[in-house]
């Protein structure tokens, strides 16, 4: 049957399981807009800013585990775009961005709202392309959402004319693509798997860095049988946090720049690393010359690029984490490290990373840990960037893959409230706390309307510290207290929420915490917090740039303030 | 070791093929010294000839990357494989006619051929690898070069099958397949 290039858009991505569209038009888009309305089974979210658009997918798709859309004009519309595919690439979330472009005449003229957005994502996607021919756009689809969701996931764009929208032809969509380039390798070698067995078998002091990688190939159960039948203690990467239970006996937090101090310890004095979907990002590794000096590195990752990269490996397994877990569980037999396991516990009484200071004033860290005990730790906190991301990701305790939902490579500010918006549309049923900064949360604030429009049950936690905290901590603990460019001048938050139809509250008494935020959960639709907190807090611990894992500093107290 | 690699790429024609490798070239901070593309025997298929310097290990981190581009077939450093390098140039050079002859024997010696001639110039056409057209454009430039022009070198492994070598009875290996052969080991890092 023809079918219109609008048509055939939809119904490609009906097919392809597609149930939710963040977009917002542009005259471009005016064909595809006329066309929505006949497919209910799209549902369209219309957001406030493109940006919005690209990172609510993103958090949907992390969420979900299915593919994010996010739809965007020509133009402005574009390029309003990018910082949210930047920050699905890095991450490696699998995001299809789909962009107008103008007809495909006026296509190198510079035309009104014309711009080469396939030129400008080409570092930014795994694949993206324009779509010059209605001819191709069914297999272009097909080939671009399958190239997003296979091997290392990551985003893609296709950037369609008005005039392909508009053209018609015979509809069929394709059952399989041809993409001789496209060669992720899923299993890993059985020699070198063998190789990774023996050094388990025979490792004193393991320790599993698990990543982001095993909550993408969704290898969680592989993932505790390995820890728990050779009793390899745990530690996850900032963007792993949750793909082991944190109450699990052999959880030993996160590690990195803000990582607990006992996980670099561990890492430190380890003779075997075995590294599961994650990069040795330079945020995790720290002086990475320095990386656990004398331990042997098994690397397994699905992308071969990753291997070697950051540091030399002894063992590098190319493949998919949960594939490759299954075959090496096999080959692992039962031990026991009483005395290491120990060691770590030890080390973790000795650095507390989750105690709370006693202060008359309200910590941020407390906030969260009020939050994980009204949720009971059912919950997904969605994040901004900064201190208060790092609270998050420390004083709740997270057992329960993808309830952490961060912008970690990218380190993108604003990406609270749309993320936010991502998780609660991907799992209605779900508590969602947003925990946002005040100034990460003004730069995406209007998708406050968003919310209100789909009415969307959110709790958003605003911390005004007053500054942009993380870099206000660089200036005082590096640069001698010299702080310039980072204190805020805020609006009234309160007001904010109210003037979007929002209801809120303002917390500056720590006995009013609890309250607000149970208020908060127990209204229905989105509600939000001011917390006016210590605006000098630092978050601790902290290894400076350019040291190792261990030189990390920690808050000096004396010991008789510490309250569990 | 810093130095020069010549890498051979199958890829897909298809648009931004190019700019996606030069980009992920570029972004490494890698200079290319040269790239060669053209047509081979199998429709819709460019094999690529790219030279870059640079530390070995690096220019692997690239080459790995550059596998990662989905119209990449396949990729090969053959650097270490004494392959045959040759590139072309035609030069232009003034030549009066108390020059031309000295020129003529030049042109001789480096076994390049004249093209065309002008009263006051030649086209010289020459082949070779980059180090004699080097030399003979050295040897050329006190004439007086009025224009050069250089194809980058395109190189071919000696010997049987080659990395890039596509059999009949082994077609291009497809996305759906997605099972390492048993004898690809990895190499040791
Ligand atoms: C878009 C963007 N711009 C700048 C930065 C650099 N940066 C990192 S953390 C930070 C401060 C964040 O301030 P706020 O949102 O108030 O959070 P806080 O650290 O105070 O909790 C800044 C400016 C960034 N990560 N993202
Ligand atoms: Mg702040």
Redesign the pocket.
């Given at each position: 049957m023809m079918k219109t290039g609008a048509e055939i858009l939809c119904e490609s991505l009906i097919k392809e399981g597609v149930e939710v569209i963040f977009g917002f038009p542009g005259g471009v888009l005016l064909p595809l807009y006329d066309t929505l309305p006949r497919y209910p089974e799209l549902r369209h979210i219309l957001v406030r800013h493109e940006q919005g658009a690209a990172h609510a997918a993103d958090a949907y798709a992390r969420v979900t585990g299915k593919i994010g859309v996010c739809l965007a004009t020509s133009g402005p519309g574009a390029t309003n775009l990018v910082?949210g595919i930047a920050n699905a690439y890095l991450d490696c979330v699998p995001l299809l961005a789909i962009t107008g472009q103008v007809p495909t005449n006026f296509i190198g003229k510079d035309a009104f709202q014309e711009i080469d957005i396939t030129g400008i994502t080409i570092p930014i996607t795994k694949f993206n392309h324009l779509v010059t021919d209605i001819e191709d756009l069914a297999m272009l689809i097909k080939e671009a959402i399958y190239v997003a969701k296979t091997g290392k996931p990551g985003p893609v764009l296709l950037d369609i004319p008005r005039d392909v929208f508009q053209g018609k032809t015979e509809f069929v969509y394709p059952d399989k693509i041809d993409l001789p380039g496209f060669k992720p390798k899923l299993f890993g070698h059985p020699s070198q798997i063998k190789k990774a067995a023996d050094l388990i078998n025979t490792a004193e002091r393991p320790v599993i860095i698990a990543g982001h990688g095993v909550n993408i190939a969704t290898a969680y159960l592989e993932l505790k049988e390995l820890a728990e039948k050779s009793q390899v203690p745990v530690v996850t990467t900032f963007l792993g946090i949750g793909c082991f239970p944190e109450s699990h006996v052999l959880s030993y937090g996160w590690l990195g720049m803000h990582g607990m101090g006992y996980a670099n310890k561990a890492i430190h004095s380890s003779d075997l690393v075995i590294a599961i979907g994650m990069r040795f990002d330079d945020r995790a590794t720290g002086l990475v010359a320095s990386f656990a000096p004398n331990a042997q590195i098994i690397h397994i990752d699905v992308d071969p690029a990753e291997i070697g990269k950051n540091l030399p490996v002894d063992v590098p397994i190319v493949g998919d984490v949960k594939n490759v877990l299954q075959v090496l569980n096999k080959q692992i037999v039962k031990r026991e490290h009483i005395i290491w396991l120990s060691q770590l516990d030890e080390w973790r009484a000795m650095h507390p990373a989750t105690e709370i200071r006693d202060h008359e004033n309200v910590l941020?860290q407390y906030i969260i840990r009020q939050i994980h005990e009204a949720t009971r730790g059912d919950a997904i906190i969605v994040t901004?960037?900064?201190?208060?991301?790092?609270?998050a990701a420390q004083y709740f305790f997270y057992d329960k893959p993808n309830s952490f939902i961060s912008s970690g490579g990218?380190?993108?500010?604003?990406f609270e409230l749309p993320g936010a918006i991502g998780a609660k549309v991907g799992a209605p049923n779900e508590t969602v706390w947003c925990i946002?900064?005040?100034?990460?949360?003004?730069?995406t604030v209007q998708e406050l309307a968003t919310m209100v429009q789909e009415d969307l049950d959110i709790n958003i936690a605003v911390?005004n510290?007053g500054?942009?905290?993380?870099?206000?901590?660089w200036q005082e603990l590096i640069y001698n207290k010299r702080y310039f460019g980072?204190q805020?001048y805020n609006p009234d938050f309160v007001k904010i929420a109210e003037a979007y139809g929002i209801k809120g509250v303002r917390v500056s008494k720590k006995i009013d915490v609890r309250p607000a935020i149970e208020k908060s959960m127990a209204h229905k639709g989105p509600f939000l917090i001011e917390f006016v907190v210590e605006p000098e807090e630092n978050v601790y611990p902290f290894v400076p740039p350019g040291k190792m894992l261990v030189e990390f500093l920690e808050l000096p107290k004396p010991a008789t303030s510490l309250k569990k | 070791m810093i130095r020069k690699h010549i890498l051979i790429a199958l890829v897909q024609d298809r648009p931004g093929v190019l700019n996606r490798i030069a980009s992920t070239i570029r972004r490494r901070n890698f200079n290319i010294d040269s790239i060669a593309v053209g047509r081979i025997e199998v429709p819709h298929l460019s094999r690529m000839t790219i030279v870059v310097e640079g530390d070995d290990a690096k220019v692997e981190q690239v080459r790995k990357q550059l596998d990662k581009i989905i119209e990449v077939i396949r990729i090969s450093d053959i650097t270490n494989d004494n392959p045959v390098a040759r590139e072309m140039a035609m030069i232009k050079v003034k030549a009066s006619p108390s020059t031309r002859s000295e020129i003529i024997q030049i042109t001789d010696i480096f076994r390049g051929n004249i093209v065309d001639v002008s009263p006051d110039s030649l086209i010289i056409v020459v082949t070779g690898n980059q180090d004699k057209i080097d030399t003979m454009i050295e040897l050329l430039r006190g004439f007086g070069i009025r224009e050069l022009s250089r194809t980058g070198t395109i190189a071919l492994p000696r010997g049987g099958a080659g990395p890039l070598t596509i059999e009949e009875d082994k077609p291009l290996r497809h996305a759906v397949e997605h099972v390492p052969p048993e004898d690809e080991d990895l190499p040791n890092w």
């Open positions: 910082t941020p901004g960037v900064g201190q208060a991301q790092m609270w990218l380190g993108t500010m604003g946002a900064g005040d100034g990460g949360f003004q730069m911390f510290n500054y942009l905290g993380m870099v206000r901590q980072t805020l | -």
